[in-house]
């Protein structure tokens, strides 16, 4: 395969299920430290890897919130914790107060 400055790779496969261009097992973020259970599911720190940046001014370290609210919805939500961003507010979705759905139709 061919990976490029920015982190993409590309290798063509005769099997068309299969993406030809990608990212390399560098590229992204990874936990760092443990996950935090949560009332609606977890919350963990994600640090950033030492990979080129595709649109540049990455925030080094993000915090993954998933909340598991129905059997068919998770909803998931990275934000930065040093920094409050403004949220669009909408007027028919609510914050979710409840408890971790079970018998889950998703894995995550």
Do not use: M
């Amino acid at each position: 395969s061919i990976c490029t400055l920015r982190g993409c790779c590309w290798s063509p496969q005769s099997d068309t299920s299969v993406p030809w261009c990608f990212f390399s097992s560098n590229y992204g973020y990874k936990v760092d430290g443990s996950t935090r259970s949560t009332q609606a599911g977890f919350e963990t720190t994600l640090t950033r890897l030492s990979s080129p940046s595709l649109f540049g001014n990455d925030i080094n370290t993000v915090l993954l919130t998933g909340q598991y609210q129905t059997p068919n919805r998770f909803r998931f939500k990275i934000t930065d914790p040093n920094a409050q961003r403004f949220e669009v507010p909408h007027e028919h979705v609510q914050s979710f107060t409840g408890s971790a759905a079970s018998n889950l139709n998703y894995k995550v």
